[in-house]
């Protein structure tokens, strides 16, 4: 029993590293297209710093659900390595969905003010991301009701982790959008 429990983790810890450069690639090739999407090929209208920002907000949201779920004393596992990613994919997402409503807004409402253009891109970008949080929450609370410990708290972790994201882009990524506007 002893040998089998560490032959398991010794297997289980070097499939690990082996896809540690991997899971290392997709993060910087993520954050790459997200900073060349938001972006303009033009110096001066350029939106990298809203990708940079955008980043800063998917590890903003991932401390906090961290800090968050050991102060109400959920176990951190193996399985919360993942969190980032999944964090980075709908943080993503979500600064997409709002930075094209924005353009959209311009481009439909050009005498309004920046400000103005920003709550019209939060009517209807803002609608769409909460709808998305919200429904990723719900399942991630649902899943946190299963009875298997580990997946459980990874669940809790994500729920909690999803709330922070939309809080985050509603309350940093569009102001920080419009001050780069």
């Known amino acids: 029993s002893a040998f089998f429990a560490r032959s398991l983790s010794d297997e289980f810890g070097a499939a690990i590293l082996g896809d540690l450069a991997g899971i290392g690639a997709s993060y910087v090739l993520i954050i790459i297209y997200m900073i060349a999407m938001l972006s303009k090929r033009d110096h001066v209208h350029s939106k990298m710093s809203l990708g940079l920002c955008s980043v800063a ?66 009517r209807f970008g803002g609608a769409s991301v909460m709808i998305t949080s919200l429904t990723d929450l719900m399942a991630f609370a649902f899943g946190a009701m299963t009875k298997l410990p580990a997946l459980s708290w990874f669940c809790s972790f994500c729920s909690i982790g999803v709330l922070f994201l939309f809080i985050f882009q509603v309350t940093v990524f569009m102001p920080y959008l419009c001050l780069d506007e």
């Open 57 to 122: 907000i998917i590890g903003m949201a991932f401390a906090c659900c961290t800090g968050f779920g050991a102060y109400v004393g959920w176990r951190n596992n193996q399985l919360n390595s993942l969190i980032p990613f999944l964090l980075l994919g709908l943080g993503v997402d979500d600064a997409f969905v709002l930075k094209s409503e924005f353009d959209r807004a311009k481009k439909l409402h050009p005498k309004k003010s920046i400000e103005e253009q920003c709550a019209i891109a939060l």
